[in-house]
């Protein structure tokens, strides 16, 4: 568990960061061009998601690392693996866990929302809002459909942090690949200057 908090603290900076950036920057450059600014909200909100699905991949990635190493000592030397040391390999629900708390603030907000959809409540609104900073430029598109979409947007970003450290096994994969690649063509240097100093 606890480190799943350290997950959920790094995914929690970076949404907060989003947030900020979404509603103090982004929100700045908003004019009078309708085509500009439904532009610059789409482009924003894909930033946002490629950077969660970013974060998931990464932390897979070294979880995968971790766990390979784990069972290699395991199997090498006999290593007993600790309760901690389990905890830092891959687990497949780990990404989801700690994107969802890390989100939670939001959720919590978007579900009272949802509950107070037929009352006047306007600092649920406004807090909603604020929670959702990062994908706060979509909301002016949707009217519509408030508050019903606070939810679906409140779990989005958990949804990609947990589908990019799914990733995690196939990017490590390509890594490891990458490596052994390179140092079999590191070997194969080796090899030849060795044969050209005997030619020599």
């Known amino acids: 568990m606890k480190d799943i908090l350290k997950f959920t603290g790094t995914t929690l900076m970076m949404l907060v960061t ?15 061009y309708e085509w500009l600014n439904m532009t610059i909200t789409v482009v ?29 000592q395991a199997q090498e030397r006999g290593h007993e693996i600790t309760k901690a040391e389990r905890d830092r390999m891959f687990q497949p629900m780990k990404g989801f866990l700690a994107g969802l708390l890390a989100a939670s603030p939001a959720v919590i907000m978007a579900i009272l929302a949802l509950f107070l959809a037929d009352t006047d409540h306007l600092w649920v609104t406004l807090v909603t809002r604020v929670t959702l ?9 949707v009217d519509a459909l408030l508050p019903w979409l606070y939810l679906p947007v409140a779990l989005l970003y958990p949804l990609c942090v947990g589908v990019g450290y799914l990733m995690g096994p196939k990017m490590w994969e390509r890594q490891r690949r990458l490596m052994e690649k390179a140092k079999k063509a590191k070997r194969r240097r080796v090899n030849r200057k060795k044969k050209a100093k005997k030619t020599a």
Do not use: E, H, N
Not at 19 to 31: D, E, R, W
Not at 133 to 140: D, I, N, P, R, S
């Open 18 to 32: 989003l947030t900020l950036v979404g509603m103090v920057f982004i929100q700045s450059f908003m004019g009078d």
């Open 44 to 72: 924003y909100s894909l930033a946002v998601i490629a950077a969660a699905l970013w974060d998931g991949i990464q932390r897979g990635t070294q979880d995968c690392k971790f766990s390979q190493l784990m069972d290699r």
């Open 133 to 141: 900073g990062a994908f706060l430029g979509v909301f002016q598109y």
